[in-house]
C-alpha cells in the first residue's frame, strides 16, 4: 500500500512539475527597454549625412554589456556603448546614414548584447532625394507655412 501511495505521488508530482509554465529564453528586452525601435528620416537632401540616436535604459538587475552593432548595409553606421551600462541608467545606439544614393530606403541596424543569443533589431527610413528634388521640397514646405 505504502509503495502504490508513493507511486501515486511521486506520478502527481511529476505531472504538475511538467505541467508549470517555462519561460521561454531571455531576450534583449528583457534587459534593455528603447524608447522607441524605428525612426523616419522623412525626406533628405542627398549627400548630406544625418544620424539618430536610439535611446534605451538597462531595466536588467545588473550591467548590461552591448557586445556589437551592425548594419544591414555598408551605408549605415551604428555606434554603441563600450563600457558596461549600470542597472537603471540610459544609453544610446547611434545610427549614422549617408545619403549617397537618392530613392527610399529602409534599413536595419542590429544590436547584440552579451549574455542573448537573437540580436534586436532598429529600423531607420526615410527618402534621399537629389538637389533639384530637395529644393522644389523645401519651397513648397515653405509655400505651405507661408499660406496658413
Given at each position: 500500500m505504502k509503495r502504490l501511495l508513493f507511486t501515486l505521488a511521486a506520478v502527481t508530482i511529476a505531472t504538475f512539475a511538467i505541467a508549470q509554465k517555462t519561460e521561454g529564453p531571455l531576450k534583449a528586452e528583457d534587459l534593455v527597454s528603447f524608447k522607441e525601435k524605428k525612426h523616419d528620416f522623412g525626406k533628405i537632401k542627398q549627400g548630406t549625412p544625418v544620424n539618430y540616436e536610439f535611446a534605451f535604459q538597462n531595466v536588467s538587475?545588473?550591467?548590461?554589456?552591448?557586445?556589437?552593432?551592425?548594419?544591414?548595409?555598408?551605408?549605415?553606421?551604428?555606434?554603441?556603448?563600450q563600457q558596461p551600462v549600470a542597472k537603471g541608467k540610459n544609453n544610446a545606439i547611434k545610427a549614422g546614414f549617408n545619403a549617397a544614393a537618392a530613392g527610399p530606403f529602409d534599413k536595419?541596424?542590429?544590436?547584440?548584447?552579451?549574455?542573448?543569443?537573437?540580436?534586436?533589431?532598429?529600423?531607420?527610413?526615410?527618402?534621399?532625394?537629389?538637389?533639384?528634388?530637395?529644393?522644389?521640397?523645401?519651397?513648397?514646405?515653405k509655400g505651405n507655412k507661408g499660406g496658413k
Open positions: 538587475d545588473k550591467p548590461v554589456v552591448i557586445e556589437n552593432s551592425w548594419a544591414s548595409c555598408g551605408c549605415t553606421t551604428p555606434t554603441w556603448p536595419t541596424v542590429y544590436v547584440k548584447v552579451q549574455g542573448i543569443d537573437a540580436p534586436l533589431e532598429l529600423k531607420i527610413s526615410g527618402e534621399v532625394l537629389n538637389a533639384e528634388a530637395y529644393a522644389k521640397y523645401e519651397a513648397e514646405k
